[in-house]
């Protein structure tokens, strides 16, 4: 391959301007003339039985169009066909505070909102369960009739290698408990869909959506329409981080109710319904157990997580069997035994957060590694370098391992931060810590079992030179129509600018899954590149033909088509276009990709974990703890990531900085949390999304390992560096003070507790965290009692009235 | 997003006009100065005036180009003179109601005279929300819960609170007979440090408050006045040989409410105090002053200081009803009120 134009170079995104000025048409900006305004009712109930619904009075009042109600759409769905247990709207049962129940269409938002109040839903309340204990124990309340044990949605069992004989080689063996709390992902567009089914009766979807195709196929299945007639547009997200991956409510009621008017509908959820439509970070309890021998190299892992997944499937299944499977790609793990569990609660579902079900144990395992350095008197960074796994190389679960930078990662951070020296400084309450991480570039399956490719991409040459590429990617910030013009440029010789990005449109774009699990440039990235590769061929045959030299000769370059020997013998890209339209016809190119086969195992459950390629990457965390407050600051991330190659380093860099930045979030301020059944911070104000002055200092190095399976040598950038980030801060947070928090978030009272300063008792803890599953039988009613005290009230309320 | 419910929006010419509007609407007009607290309150249905009255304008001020005086009985306006030269104010600063939070933080005789106001000031919420609120509607505020500040659906699936229907119990602790709602201003303990008074105007006419007399200890009816009044003026009195910061806990840099926030001045002479006032926030339904007096005669030593911080830490009375815990506001109410008071010593 001759030397990169485009590649490699840091240059602007094509939709900087756009996004930067707000210029960008997001769902929410788009109004069609007779447009209505939908909005949704949500249960107040944790957990209840829908006795009845009566919208008549809503119906009746004036600017109200229609209103669909659950049992207008009882089909069920899901984004996962094997788990699919959601319906669009609620049917017969309520299973969290915030679940959709109604929509109804107005002329205006007023009239749309007003009318929410006049829709009479009778409850009959059932006793919630919102822990994971209690969800795992109470045989007596089902929040799903298909779950057979307790409340459990899904276990899983996987063993590989001699895990027991490993434990028995072991020099030392350590057990840990972890928690991480769940979080949310809060981006700053919040989700919204506009219908409008057209008088040939084919209906159209605009929504912030990252996954387009699958959402077609749900529609088709709900709306009891044919695929053929209807067509999803996935407008840029601001911002989705895996929280705009699932098909929603919204998108089916705002189609259905355009369906019943014959008019647009636009369904805007607000802030708070956000945080209820969530599918955001499990949380997760977990038990792992590693042997060492004296060297520090690891005999076996064992590893157990409990998942509490919220009122609904998502992507559960998938997010479980990650919790577990990609713990082995960083470092040598000889035998490994994992068990996970995920039950369901009554509260919002969750699902995929970038990082999507790794997070946590990454975080739990890195927290662990850094205890087994300090037992065995190791440097951190040292230790993990003595047992990396190798580059191209087999996991003891059957994952393939291609190429391999977390060692020139840890490298490059030693040298950078000055490592050896912070470490050796011992100030009270300042600390400095590291941890590794790898996350996949694209999952190795699809959602649904099918043969055909993961991602198809088509390009066009107009006769003025302008290429269109085509491809049904989804444009979430995260800069994939960037990405995608920037390689098609690559391929043809032309600029980025010279491209047409039209991605995320099931009528317009050949298939491609979806902008998840960090697979745009692994996957469409490819598609597009062998797009690209057969013009360029047609490209260099009537060049060749006409300059009168080898094909082999003719290169593409800077909207130039030239001799390597004599650069001077050339013509403009155009003209090549051109003559190659006279030769072939219309100028089309067409590619797709899919991951190879072998990457992963065979045994059931193999299925999550294999990928083309995994990102590795690593980070240090330095931190300040107020001794008399709690308060922990964390001054700077430094996060090496092996990308393979950076095909835009500044693109890049964006990703590590905003991993960065979510991680430190996740670990310093936000939960997800709820009192009862209802969230305890649904909104931006009280949940504490970091403000861009608490924001630490950011500094990003890029490791280029040049993947044999990425398009140009690329990997993901999006999500690996995210996880290192959570247990550098926890590891760095106990280099300050001495303690452990092995649990997330790491809190001012957490601290004050550990420091003996939260009381006058003044006793000092070396750990925060789990000791282990609670007994869930501590007080199982009083979530009811409490229910009722509400109930009470309120109609004690009504009575008065 | 959530939007505004209808009501009728009226901006009268006069002071006067104002009272008279509110007071032919007792139950069912506001009035409004930045909005940055009530607009938001409206959307989530917290409260639901059919008339809102807006003052803002009518409280800057009576002096062109500046919303910041001194007191101008006795002394020549800024207008007439030009501006005065910064030191210490003999004989005081007043300041409209309605200057913004901004302007406040930013006024050089502010930061000259009165650290902890300027300080405290450019602490509330974020930039935007600083140029919109106003010193008079942050003396104001409502009182803050997080039962209370949510939405409509919220409050509906809860079965509401004692704050917006009287005849349920308070969620924060169910056996109390009153709101346990929090006083949640930054500038109010600061200005109560400073010793400020405010000017109010009302259906029965003109009166002047030691502003630490303005507050009750009830979520609910947070407020000592009258109903109709309106906060016309703050006046601060003398800075000469006083200094003052104010130290605000919060779970980030910017935006947030405080969840323990300590103001301390204390009047120097010769490096010993000869007068000394703390004063705290968010830490029970009303901002409280804390005896001060141990401090006066030293030199502001540990051990006075020591004392002050243990009788901060006895008055604070948090409850889990904002972000944060009881314990980690309640020991920041000690260690804020040491770090302030030794913020203050001579080099």
Redesign the interface.
Known sequence: MSELSILGRRLPKVNAWAHLTGSARYADDIRLPRMLYGRLL?S??PHALIKRIDISRALAYPGVVAVVTGADMPEKMGIMPSTQDETALAVDKVRY?GEPVAGVAALD??AA?EALSLIDVEYEDLEPIFTIEEALDRDDVKIHDTSKRANVFKEVHLSFGDVEGGFAKADHVREDWFFFEGNTHAPIE?HSAVASYDADGKLTLWTSTQVPHYLHREMEKVLGLPRTRIRVIATPNGGAFGGKSDPFGHEFAAALLSMRTKRPVKI?L???EVFYAHRGRHPVKMRIKTGVKKDGEITAVEFQSYLDGGAYASYGIATTYYTGALLTVTYRVPAYKFDGVRVYTNKPPCGPKRGHGTTQPRYAFECQLDKIAMDLGLDPIEYRLRILQPANSRTVNELRVTSMGLGECLRALRDRTSWERKRSERTKGKGIGVAGSAYISGAGLPIYWNDMPHSGAEIRIDRGGGVTVMCGTSEIGQGSDNLLAAIAAEALGVYPEDVHVVSGDTSLTPVDLGSYSSRVTMMAGNATKNAGLKLREQLVTVAAEKLGIPADRVNLAYRKVYDLKDPERSMSFVEAANLAEAKYGTLVGAGSYRPPAGIGGNYKGAGVGPTPAYSYQAAVAEVTVDL????LTVDKITTAHDCGRALNPVNVEGQVEGSAYMGYGEIV?EEQIFRG???????L??Y?L?????TPKLETILIESVDSEGPYGAKEAGEGPLNPVIPAIANAVYDAIGVRFDETPI???KI?DALG???NRGITKDRIGPTGLGDGKADPKRAMRRLE??????E??KT?V | MLRLPRFRFVSPPSIEEAIHIRTEHPATSMYVAGGTDVYPKMKRRQFQPEVVIAIGGLVRDDFRGGTLAPLADTLPSVAEEGPLPLGPLPLGLRIGAGATLTEVAEHPRVREGYRALSIAAGLVSTPQLRNMGTIGGNVCLDTRCNWYDQSLFWRTAEGYCMKTHGDVVCRVATSSPRCLAVASADTVPALIALGAQINVVGPNGARTIDLAECYREDGINYLALEPGEIVTEIVLPPSDGWRSTYLKQRDRNSFDFPIAGVAAAVRMDRGVVTDARVAITALGSRPVRVDASALVGTKLDDEAIGAVADATHKAARPMDNTSGTISQRKRAARVFADRALRSLRDD
């Not at chain 1, 008399?628 to 308060?631: C, F, I, N």
């Not at chain 1, 005290?789 to 309120?794: D, G, L, M, P, V």
């Open positions: 949500r107040t109930r505070v938002e007023d909102y919040s805007t607000d802030r708070e008399e407050t709690g308060q301020v059944g209802l969230h305890k911070k649904p909104s104000l009280d504490k970091p403000t861009s002055l608490d809190t001012a009272e004050l300063k939260r009381d005290a509400s109930t009470e009230a309120r004690r309320k008065q």
